[in-house]
């Protein structure tokens, strides 16, 4: 039984590792899509290099997200002290990455200069 429970939690922590793979490739195609038409446009393109950074930014934290838990799914079977420590150092950094991140996006949400999703809110 044990034995089934961790190829179950294996395969269910390859799934969530897989979405914070895709995550990081969506926000990258979108960021460079919006990059391309920042340089190759005259002034017609709506998003500003920041603008780019902080929306990939946010494609990122939901990564780590993603990330965090399959790391967390792994070492809830049966954990050694050795993965519960690598376990506390990657959540440890991915936590300040994380803070760091959130509290950027959340000051240019403040600020109004996340992208022209901002701008139909609050217009």
Known sequence: ???TFRIIASNIALAVEAAAVLTVVAGAVEAAFHL????FSDRGATWTRRQVW???ASWILLSLEFALGADIIRTAIAPTWDQIGK???IATIRTALNF?????????????ELGP??????G
């Open 1 to 3: 039984m044990e034995e």
């Open 36 to 39: 391309v038409v920042h340089l």
């Open 54 to 56: 902080l929306r990939f």
């Open 87 to 89: 376990l506390g150092a």
């Open 100 to 112: 760091f991140m959130a509290r950027d996006l959340e000051s240019a949400m403040k600020s109004g």
């Open 117 to 122: 999703r901002s701008e139909e809110q609050s």
